[in-house]
């Protein structure tokens, strides 16, 4: 199968397009399936436990950042799509469960071979990691005072950063050797972000699913943005 990877930020219209697209090219007789980056995230204990081992770091404290996935889960599921010979249990995770922060849920989904395209979105899918020139020049232009743009990253550590900057080596070295081509789903502001991800939590309020609350989303967003400054130029 044709797999496609597809970035674009919180409340962008991802996962509505890949429904969309799934649904059109499968009457269409082009067999397909979808499925996200949000599906691998660590299990809400796993992510405790990350969040116990790096105290001194708030970017990892929950979901989100590079290096609160399970990667080899995700390499798993794409290996078992593109031998196409054997049913694929496609993972899920449920943003409402632990009061909105998510824990991974037992998959409802499965994939039938033969397929023909697999459609595989995330908001970080595709970010690259900094060389070590990049990513000094990065935290140069963090740290200037005069500067009005990085303010999320000015927010956290240059160690916390260069963490999570280093997590992403993972992710290029092992998930998008398997993925054949890329789409951006461009945005012209970050600002906007914030904004799209309260549609999402008052949608999860207004069906009677638990959601975050307005200053919890604050402070969950927050922790998202220093990933969109760091990799977005370089993407």
Not at 191 to 218: H, I, M
Request: hydrophobic share 35%; with cysteine.
């Amino acid at each position: 199968p044709l797999v496609v990877g597809i970035n674009g930020p919180q409340g962008s219209g991802k996962t509505t397009m890949v429904r969309g697209l799934v649904d059109y090219l499968n009457a269409r007789k082009i067999k397909t399936v979808g499925f996200s980056l949000d599906d691998i995230y660590l299990t809400n204990a796993d992510q405790q436990q990350l969040a116990q081992t790096h105290q001194d770091n708030p970017l990892l404290r929950f979901r989100g950042q590079p290096g609160t996935h399970n990667v080899e889960l995700g390499c798993a599921t794409l290996q078992s799509l593109l031998r196409n010979t054997e049913v694929t249990h496609l993972p899920a995770y449920d943003k409402s469960l632990n009061a909105g922060y998510g824990d991974r849920t037992e998959s409802q989904h499965s994939a039938q071979p033969p397929v023909d395209v697999v459609l595989f979105e995330g908001w970080c899918l595709g970010f690259r990691s900094l060389d070590t020139t990049e990513f000094a020049q990065f935290l140069g232009r963090v740290r200037e005072v005069e500067n009005t743009l990085y303010k999320y990253s000015r927010q956290f550590s240059d160690d916390n950063l260069r963490e999570v900057n280093q997590n992403l080596r993972k992710y290029e070295r092992e998930l998008y050797p398997l993925i054949d081509a890329w789409v951006w789903l461009r945005l012209a502001d970050l600002d906007v972000v914030y904004r799209w991800r309260k549609d999402q939590e008052d949608e999860l309020a207004a069906q009677g699913r638990p959601s975050l609350s307005d200053q919890q989303l604050e402070d969950f967003v927050t922790r998202f943005m220093p990933g969109y400054e760091m990799a977005v130029p370089k993407l």
